[in-house]
């Protein structure tokens, strides 16, 4: 089997991430951890940290560091990715919760292998975040023009399809607000540690994905990656 990977894929919201990790998961055989997934999740079971995470989340706020830090320190414990590794979606969001992660990875003697930056320009992702809409109950995308074939009703699961809350304008405009400065200090940090692949997220989602997989692949087998 394909040996499994240690990787954080960092990008504003409507880069694309979510279905990138989805593939990066399936070729690499390791979980694919999204912090957004998991609190929508806590969001739907209606307990009283759902409630709470409700309101950051639709206020575009980001949750405090100690809060989500817990949330993946219990994830990353678990026995699959100890064995195989991860790909992380939406987190870390701030140094914060990158120093976080090092230590967790230091402590558990799993480095990371590389932070991949999914660069698509500010301009272009609002524009796909206003057109996207999302099945309530598998997370599936859609956007405006290329919806489900029946009446917004998922074609995976048959689930609701629709805008997500804090998918409005002004939302949008401050979570791009808040990637710009808490975020973005992320790509200088990593580059210092020299665990940084920027990857054009332009083009073609196949192409996307080739390009990722080789940029994984060089880092963590360079003789396969540069047979290509
Ligand atoms: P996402 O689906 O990744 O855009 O996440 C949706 C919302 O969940 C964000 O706007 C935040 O409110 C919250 N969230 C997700 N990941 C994090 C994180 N790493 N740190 C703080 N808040 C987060």
Known sequence: MIPGARLVLLGRQGAGKG????????????????????????VKEGTDFGQKAKDYMDAGELLPDDIIVGIVAERLA?????????V???????????????????????????VLDLEVPEDVVFQRISKRRVCTDCGTNYSVDSPPRYDWTCDT?????????????EAIRHRLDLYREQTEPLIAWYQ???????????????????????AVDLRTRPGRALNR
């Open 88 to 114: 992380l979606d939406g987190f870390p969001r701030t140094v914060g919760q990158a120093e976080a992660l090092a230590e967790l990875s230091a402590d558990s003697l799993q480095p990371l292998d590389v």
């Open 157 to 169: 699961c048959g689930g609701q399809v629709t805008q997500r809350e804090d998918d409005t304008e």
């Open 19 to 42: 279905t990138q990790c989805v593939r990066l998961a399936r070729h690499y055989v390791i979980p694919h951890i999204s912090t957004g997934d998991m609190l929508r999740m806590a």
């Open 78 to 86: 678990r026995d699959d990715t100890s064995r195989r590794g991860y």
């Open 192 to 214: 210092s540690r020299d665990l940084l692949a920027a990857i054009d997220g332009l083009g073609h989602p196949d192409e996307v994905t080739r390009r990722l997989i080789r």
